[in-house]
């Protein structure tokens, strides 16, 4: 039988084994359970890096351009404010604040746990294309490979006779006329070439398989960069984040350069203000800031959860916002410039230059290059700007839906972060296989499809929703002191008015203003496409919203009581809902949970009471013998 004396013996050297082991494992870490980010700058990165995206600069200058230039800065700088930046800080706030993925996180009021799942879905949907649109920047980026660009002049077999670098054709007679018909050899190289666009999406056509293998490529790239979560992600976006800056500023030097680009910046800076009346103009602000910011997605929870508890997020919402907004404003500048450039060559008004849509950064941009001396390495040192900017972003929507389901696993499966990787790799398979349908030849119509109404419609009332839960349900009181001890501060009269006010009015009147402009989906204005193809995109939508009910419906039948009660108790937050770890639940006096020391600091990771001292365990060991 062993003495007591040998007892404290064994626990002095078992406490001893059990530290150094749990050390070696934190590796820095204050949260070991689920890991943190390597550094504070691997999240603000990250942040931007998500951010600032590709739409930025194909979507911003696109949704600019088709609403008169300059009159969209004031929706946008308006919808910023109001509506973005609020959410943006609630979002990392809250996400901080539980350290959970969209889904887990709604065991701040169980009954919305749907918000959760429609924002995984949503950002699944969006996966699968955005990933296409990084083939295609593979693609040109393999193109440029050459000397000479083969979107730079006319005579290849994609080209047509209509084809034309300044406007001239020839006629019957052999005649070099000008015509407003003709078509410049990047949009010939892009319609011809790379998409081989067929006349609808009623005709998908062939697949086009040198474009699969890019998307095939795209997903072999993306399972490598994150199939160590954060930890390997974190570290690719030190050049894939700031590297853009670099080329966008030269692009930009290189555009204000060439004649006519003073037009094309004007134009863009220049607002229309019969406009703001157009509903569409501040439906279009407000789905930008949302889809650059990246609100509603359930990805700034995922981000922020990786954080340490008391990490300044109130900081880096502001710095990351600014910044994103920043990046649209100056990518604006940067393309318009171009377009005033390639409206003065063809002698043609600035809005009939370019067409609409994606194409936009894969016609207006590759002619810049295309007029640059040594055109091929620009062209390439482009291309690899925006598979960069793409990475970045598809890395975090990626990281949102695999934390979503093996934070929703993990009651389910034992260690279920160690099968991590395995996730990842099925998440890719599924995504590279639901990305096929839009390499084909009508391919660019599936993807026009999913970008105008995967996310749009659907994120707005998730994020009106997500505001009157948290304000109004758990209650912005209760939020705002939560909060002032994961921060050291309380949040300023600004954001509860805006959260539980103005954000959620602001919201609802762009709703309105979206039914009431509503208009059925055109691509490149001569295209219309067909009613069912209109009632899959609404498909997508309600695949987004129906979670919501089905859930509250789950969640208040399996509640105990009459139905008034049931519906109090589902909506009351979960006994697990707070901080992550037991360290900041007793700061904050939570019930603790058992299996949540998780810190190599705090004693409750450690299966023992407290440590014997030196001189004790010696004595023990000592008199023992």
């Not at 994606?358 to 290059?369: D, I, K, R």
């Amino acid at each position: 039988m062993t003495s007591a004396s040998e007892s404290k013996a064994n626990e002095a050297v078992a406490y001893s084994t059990i530290s150094v082991g749990n050390t070696e494992k934190c590796d820095g870490d204050e949260n070991t359970i689920r890991g943190n980010w390597g550094s504070k700058l691997d999240f603000m990165l990250s942040c931007v890096g998500y951010a600032v995206g590709l739409g930025n600069i194909w979507r911003f200058p696109y949704l600019a351009y088709s609403n008169g230039g300059g009159a969209f800065l004031l929706p946008y700088i308006i919808m910023l404010l109001c509506a973005g930046l609020p959410l943006f800080f609630l979002e990392l706030s809250f996400g901080q604040f539980a350290s959970l993925g969209a889904i887990s996180i709604w065991k701040i009021s169980p009954v919305f746990k749907g918000l959760g799942w429609g924002m995984t879905l949503i950002t699944a949907m969006v996966c699968c294309y955005y990933n296409v649109i990084i083939a295609y920047i593979l693609f040109y980026l393999f193109a440029s490979m050459t000397s000479e660009l083969p979107w730079a002049s006319c005579g290849h077999e994609w080209n047509s006779d209509m084809c034309s670098l300044n406007g001239t054709i020839m006629d019957e007679n052999g005649t070099a006329v000008h015509s407003n018909d003709s078509v410049r050899p990047s949009v010939e190289f892009w319609n011809n070439r790379v998409l081989h666009r067929s006349s609808g999406i009623e005709e998908p056509g062939s697949v086009r398989w040198d474009l699969c293998l890019c998307l095939l490529l795209a997903w072999i790239i993306v399972f490598f960069c994150i199939a160590k979560g954060v930890k390997s992600s974190g570290k690719v976006v030190y050049f894939t984040a700031t590297f853009p800056y670099v080329v966008l500023l030269i692009l930009f030097i290189r555009g204000v350069t060439l004649p006519g680009a003073a037009d094309g910046i004007l134009y863009f800076v220049w607002p229309k203000f019969e406009l703001l009346k157009d509903p569409k103009v501040w439906k279009d602000a407000a789905s930008q800031i949302f889809y650059s910011l990246g609100v509603a997605w359930g990805s700034l929870h995922t981000l922020s959860s990786y954080n340490k508890f008391h990490n300044n997020c109130h900081r880096d919402a502001l710095v990351v916002a600014f910044t994103n907004c920043g990046t649209s404003i100056f990518a604006g500048f940067v393309i318009f410039s171009v377009i005033g450039f390639m409206a003065h060559d063809a002698n043609l008004e600035i809005d009939k230059v370019a067409s609409t849509g994606p194409g936009l950064a894969f016609v207006a941009y590759p002619e810049a290059v295309a007029r640059m001396p040594a055109s091929p390495f620009w062209s390439f040192l482009f291309f690899c700007m925006l598979f960069t900017l793409g990475l970045d972003s598809q890395f975090v929507m990626m990281e949102t839906v695999i934390t979503a389901f093996c934070d929703e696993l993990s009651t389910k499966i034992e260690n279920v972060q160690s099968k991590k990787i395995w996730f990842t790799l099925g998440f890719c398979v599924v995504g590279f296989l639901l990305g096929i349908p839009h390499v084909t030849e009508g391919g660019i119509y599936l993807l026009s499809l999913m970008d105008n109404y995967s996310a749009g419609f659907s994120l707005l009332l998730i994020a009106f929703v997500e505001l009157i839960v948290i304000s109004y349900v758990y209650g912005i009181q209760r939020y705002t002191e939560d909060i002032s001890k994961m921060l050291g501060f309380t949040p300023n009269i600004y954001w509860k008015a805006m959260w539980m006010i103005i954000t959620p009015c602001v919201i609802g009147f762009i709703f309105v203003f979206f039914c009431v402009g509503y208009a059925p989906l055109t691509y490149e204005t001569d295209y219309k496409f067909p009613p069912w193809a209109e009632a899959l995109g609404w498909l997508m939508v309600v695949a987004a919203i129906v979670p919501t009910p089905i859930i509250a419906v789950y969640e208040i039948s399996k509640a105990k009581g009459s139905l008034i009660e049931k519906i109090e108790r589902s909506a009351q937050s979960h006994s697990e809902w707070g901080p992550f770890l037991n360290e900041h639940r007793r700061e904050l006096q939570y019930p603790e949970i058992e299996g949540r020391g998780g810190n190599c600091d705090d004693e409750s990771a450690v299966p023992l009471s407290s440590p014997p001292s030196y001189n004790a365990a010696m004595n023990a060991v000592d008199s023992s013998v």
